[in-house]
T-cell receptor
């Protein structure tokens, strides 16, 4: 079945560490997105990519980095510069109309 | 620029009652509009979408929404709430033309269904 796979489901980060969240899709979509979700704040766009080897900052890109070396993959790195990384992270891809979402990764700073 | 406003961060209804979740949008071009549902610790699932065809759109689980251009609204309704409808609901908008498929989301409405 086609879909989006995020891993891991739960991730714990120590202060000062970089961590990478994985997102893979087999829907043959060109565009992929990373959103951050905090209670009461909806979904905020971190980065998006509309084509391989190209990506743009979203509304809250500071402290995050991405790469898009393959159409199927759009990993997100949460760097030590992100001062409040504890959140639920959602990856999505879009076809001609709607977006399809992964099941999310819950990142917690310990 | 486009934006979405969901009126009411929390809506509570009794089982069997009408569900009405409000969404107003702002867009400089004809929009595509979406409603998504999210259950705890899960991703978002598409409920329904408006893509410039019929203005009354029917979705999964008995939900429907009506696109009203004059009111810039896309409210979500269901005639009779079920306990399983308890979840968070997000309205989203994107441009209908061009190659930019970026979605803008509202802040969400948490629906509680009381027995």
């Amino acid at each position: 079945d086609g879909g989006i796979t995020q891993s891991p489901k739960y991730l714990f980060r120590k202060e000062g560490q970089n961590v990478t969240l994985s997102c893979e899709q087999n829907l043959n979509h060109d565009a992929m997105y990373w959103y951050r979700q905090d209670p009461g704040q909806g979904l905020r766009l971190i980065y998006y990519s509309q084509i391989v080897n190209d990506f743009q900052k979203g509304d809250i890109a500071e402290g995050y980095s991405v790469s898009r070396e393959k159409k199927e993959s759009f990993p997100l790195t949460v760097t030590s510069a992100q001062k409040n990384p504890t959140a639920f992270y959602l990856c999505a891809s879009t076809g001609f109309t709607e977006a399809f979402f992964g099941q999310g990764t819950r990142l917690t700073v310990v | 620029a486009q934006s979405v406003t969901q009126l009411g961060s929390h809506v509570s209804v009794s089982e069997g009652a009408l569900v009405l979740l409000r969404c107003n949008y702002s867009s400089s071009v004809p929009p595509y509009l979406f409603w998504y549902v999210q259950y705890p610790n899960q991703g978002l699932q598409l409920l329904l979408k408006y893509t410039s065809a019929a203005t009354l759109v029917k979705g999964i689980n008995g939900f429907e929404a009506e696109f009203k251009k004059s009111e810039t609204s896309f409210h979500l309704t269901k005639p009779s709430a079920h306990m399983s409808d308890a979840a968070e609901y997000f309205c989203a908008v994107r441009n209908s033309g061009g190659s930019n498929y970026k979605l803008t989301f509202g802040k969400g409405t948490l629906l509680t269904v009381n027995p």
